[in-house]
């Protein structure tokens, strides 16, 4: 399929909740290979559709195998009372990773691209993954996550980044009523 751009923190669309995917067809299929190959291209170990700025609740996530693997529509939950340290960053804040508590295990139902119902179990950097970018389903940067002190050396080091005086794409307001929803 292709490699897209990654929006970058700034973005509105990464503060957005992102909605439900209701039809599940051949442009659904084509977005999840896209945020495939550009997760791989990226390095990363999983990409949020926001971060492609496309505000549909799908990640896609590398497994405990490196096989590449997606959720739709995902709700995450037990989580394990065990938690773990560890570093964690993000694509769409490139090359800045900080020290985040998360629960060691967690358990993720969704669908897949043919909307049948999918589970995955993740532990330790899985379990990371999918918490991660179910976050960013909900507006949610795991800066948000960090406590007071680590957040405040992540906000000086996003100043501190070459990417974070670039530009950010402009949000473009419909001037036509939205199923009801007025100016």
């Known amino acids: 399929m292709s490699v897209r751009d990654i929006r970058l923190l700034g973005d ?5 909740v992102a909605d439900p995917v209701a039809t599940f067809d051949r442009e659904l299929r084509r977005l999840v290979d896209d945020l495939a190959d550009t997760m791989r291209d990226a390095g990363g170990v999983g ?51 900080f020290d985040l508590r998360r629960p060691e295990r967690v358990l993720a139902v969704g669908q897949n691209s043919h909307g049948d119902p ?21 507006g949610i940067l795991f800066i948000d996550r960090l406590d007071k002190e680590t957040k405040r050396a992540a906000m000086k080091a996003i100043r501190e980044a070459e990417w974070s005086n670039e530009p950010k794409p402009a949000v473009k307001v419909s001037p036509h009523p939205l199923f009801g929803r007025g100016r």
């Open 118 to 138: 999918v589970t995955v179990e993740g532990s330790g950097i899985l379990s990371r993954c999918l918490q991660h970018e179910t976050d960013h389903l909900d």
């Open 47 to 97: 990409l949020a559709a926001p971060q492609l700025g496309v505000s549909l609740r799908i990640f896609t996530y590398l497994d405990d195998s490196d096989e590449v693997g997606h959720l739709i529509n995902p709700v995450l939950g037990p989580f394990s009372e065990e938690m773990m340290d560890g570093e964690e960053g993000c694509l769409s804040l490139p090359g800045l990773a």
């Open 12 to 16: 509105p669309v990464l503060r957005t």
